[in-house]
Each structure stands twice: as C-alpha cells, then as structure tokens.
C-alpha cells in the first residue's frame, strides 16, 4: 500500500481518500457527516468549528425553514385571549407542552411544564415561591450555575439556613460524604431544598442522579439543574423524581433564544406561594 500523502490544503481530497482507504471504520459515522453538510453547511462554508455546547446548541437549517413556515402560514395571536388567533396559539402552546413531558418521559399526571424565558427564569420562579423560613435549609452544590445562587437571597431574607456543598479534588466531584450528614440534618416539619446539577456547567461532571432518592428519602425538595445536561443527554423523569427542573431550549436546540422551562411535580408546586401575579410565565 502506497503511504498516505501528507495533508496540504491543495491535496485535501486525495489526503482523505488515503484516509478512509486506511481507515475503513471512518465511514461507519458517514451518517453524522451527511447530517453536518445537510443541516449545518455553514460550519464548513465558513470554516469554523462550534464547541460552545455549554452556552448554547446549533441551529439547524431545516429547524428555521419550518419555522419561517409555520409563521409564514399561520395568524397568531395573544395566547391568553379567546378570540381565533389567539386560539390557535394556545393550541400550539399546548401541544409543545406535551411534547416537552413525552420527551423527558413525565407523565402529565405528575409533572407539569411552564414556559418560562430561560433557565435563569425558571430557578427564580422557584426561588421567588419556595416556602423558605426559620428552620428551613436551601444546600446548593458550589458548581451550580451561578443563576443557583440567586435563590441562595430568597432563602437568606426569609431566615433559611444556606449550606453549600463541594466539591473536591481531584474529579471535581460534589462531597458525598458531606451530603449525606447535611440531608440529616433537618428540623421536624421544615422546608429544605437541596440543588444540584445533573451536569456541572463548570467542569462537565455528570453527578449521580440517585442523589434525588436520597434526599427525598430524608424529606427534601430537590432542584436538578438539568440546562448543560439535557443538550446531550435523556433525563427520564419516569425513573428519576426531582420536584424542579429547570432548563433552556436555546441550550438545546440554538433557536429561538427566550424560551426555557420549568418541569415541575405537581406535590411540589403545591407547596410554591406566588409573590405577584401578572404576565411573565405561560
């Protein structure tokens, strides 16, 4: 076999046929690369490479284009209202919301979705309700998102205890052992809210969802900050039970920018009081 030609940008197609002719499993991911150059063409036409999936997905060009369509299709009004614009948006607010719970696998029995601007949006929804008090505890790990920490002031200013959890070197992982003697460590008939991150926004850690079991063994409230961890991976809210997930869409999918969602249990929700009432969540 002839060696391989050294890579040049003039004998770009000869170099990669080499490859592949030494390579034979390389075409076994042709799907993936059918896939780029049919959705995402502008990544090569402009010679880039994307690697923020952490801030946010990539659009894809046949997620616009049926977008524009649907707009370009249809009249749509004010979902609150009744008149037949307005309508119509209420059936496709509607029917998003079910996809959402059919595809985290939450029974709409249990969970409900509320549309809210970003993930930001959602955790202070939480914040803003949750009935912290005297006696009550809020545990944020210190690799949430800093968005996290903005309940940290609500819990703060109606007299929770704030606690954080963690992390250590050298995996960067939250200190299981800590855990463990903080989730005791609660008063008879309080409200605690233990908050982590399926996925650490920092450092990529993907800590252990049975986490959530535990905690709610020991009659927390658990928020799992799903925004870096659902782009690339299924959270299946049948198998796990957290009370809040927050999330963003932009994160996921790169368009449109402004809309997340709270995933919520409905014996959670319960317990939330609403500071104000006006527009703002759906």
């Known amino acids: 076999m002839n060696p391989a030609p050294d890579y040049t940008p003039q004998n770009r197609d000869a170099a990669f ?11 076994s991911t042709r799907a993936l690369d059918d896939l780029r150059a049919r959705e995402y063409a502008r990544l090569d036409a402009l010679d880039q490479v994307y690697l923020d ?17 649907l707009l370009e299709e249809g009249v749509f009004g004010n979902p609150h209202s009744k008149n037949p614009t307005s309508l119509a948006m209420t ?8 996809y959402v ?22 955790l202070k929804l939480v914040g803003e309700s949750y009935p912290f008090a005297p006696g009550g505890r809020f545990m944020p790990a210190y690799d ?23 992390t250590l070197l050298p995996d960067l992982r939250l200190d299981a052992e800590m855990l463990i003697a903080e989730l005791d460590r609660t008063h008879p ?6 908050a982590y991150p399926a996925q650490s926004n920092f450092s990529g850690v993907q800590h252990s969802l049975e986490w959530i079991e535990k905690a709610h063994a020991k009659g927390w409230d658990v928020l799992l900050d799903a925004a870096a961890f659902v782009p690339t991976n299924r959270l299946d809210l049948s198998r796990w039970k957290p009370d809040f997930v927050p999330l963003s869409f932009y ?9 997340g969602c709270l995933l919520a249990r409905k014996t959670a929700l319960r317990k939330l009081r609403r500071p104000w009432f006006a527009g703002g969540t759906i």
């Open 91 to 98: 059936h496709l607010v509607e029917q998003a919301r079910e």
């Open 189 to 194: 008939g309080s409200n605690n809210l233990f």
């Open 144 to 166: 949430n998102h800093n968005s996290v920490n903005g309940i940290r002031e609500f819990a703060r200013a109606r007299g929770a205890e704030v606690t954080y959890l963690p």
């Open 53 to 69: 999936y952490t801030g946010s997905g990539l659009y894809a060009l046949s997620q616009l284009r049926q977008h524009m369509a």
């Open 17 to 27: 046929a080499a490859f592949r002719a030494s390579h034979p499993c390389y075409d």
């Open 251 to 259: 994160k996921m999918f790169g368009y449109p920018t402004g809309v």
């Open 101 to 122: 719970l059919r595809y985290f696998n939450a029974s709409p029995d249990e969970y409900v979705a509320i549309f809210t601007p970003n993930a930001s949006g959602s």
